[in-house]
């Protein structure tokens, strides 16, 4: 059974940068059938996808923090890792990583991790 | 981005109820869309993907159809572990967007 588990800081400060990384476990991350992304969720509120990185090594990120984003692999591992540069408290959420299973007909995230929360403050 | 509206925003229902959420794009999306199930506490579940195939284990009171810009998710008979919140979100185009989520809760 596939697992996918975040880890990192709970607390970070405003301006700094908020790194995460996410271990799969029980299936391969370097499986082309598959992609990785990262998803948020403000308390309280609903799901922002952040972005997504593809076995071609392709990234695609949301426009709205693109500029702040890097999403990575690191295949050796089996890991991959999100870098939010420069954050606020508006990026305060519970950040889940997740599977994303695609084909001609389908795209969606079908492997959740349990998320964990990072709060921006000083 | 495509805009994805779901409504109603909440619904209260009985157990044994039918149950319908709509999630309409800003834009057609063919039937790139999925429907997540989240609890309390919990992260989304798949349930429903390209629209309307059902994803393996979840069980079939839940239904999806739709295409183009108008879904729907059905539940044909509530039952309690259904209370939780579902959002639809698609995946025609980045950046993939989710709607705003359909509370479902015990009248």
């Known amino acids: 059974q596939l697992q996918l588990q975040e880890s990192g800081p709970g607390l970070v400060k405003p301006s700094e940068t908020l790194s995460l990384t996410c271990t799969v476990s029980?299936?391969?991350?370097?499986?082309?059938?598959?992609?990785w992304g990262w998803i948020r969720q403000p308390p309280g509120k609903g799901l922002e996808w952040i972005g997504s990185?593809?076995?071609?090594?392709?990234?695609y990120y949301n426009p709205s923090l693109e500029s702040r984003v890097t999403i990575s692999v690191d295949t050796s591992k089996s890991q991959f890792s999100l870098k939010l540069s420069s954050v606020t408290a508006a990026d305060t959420a519970i950040y889940y990583c997740?599977?994303?299973?695609?084909?001609?007909?389908?795209?969606?995230?079908?492997?959740w991790g349990q998320g964990t929360l990072v709060t921006v403050s000083s | 981005d495509i805009q994805m509206t779901q409504s109603p925003s909440s619904v209260s229902a009985s157990v044994g109820d039918r149950v319908t959420i709509t999630c309409r794009a800003s834009q057609g999306i063919s039937s790139w869309l999925a429907w997540y199930q989240q609890k309390p506490g919990k992260a989304p579940k798949l349930l429903i993907y390209?629209?309307?195939s059902l994803q393996s284990g979840v069980p079939s009171r839940f239904s999806g159809s739709g295409s183009g810009t108008e879904f729907t998710l059905t539940i044909s008979s509530l039952q309690p572990e259904d209370f939780a919140t579902y959002y639809c979100?698609?995946?025609?185009?980045?950046?993939?967007?989710f709607g705003q989520g359909t509370k479902v809760e015990i009248k």
């Open positions: 979100q698609q995946a025609n185009s980045f950046p993939r967007t």
């Open positions: 990185i593809y076995h071609s090594g392709s990234t």
């Open positions: 029980g299936g391969s991350i370097s499986s082309s059938s598959f992609y």
């Open positions: 390209a629209a309307s």
């Open positions: 997740a599977r994303g299973s695609a084909s001609y007909y389908y795209d969606h995230f079908d492997y």
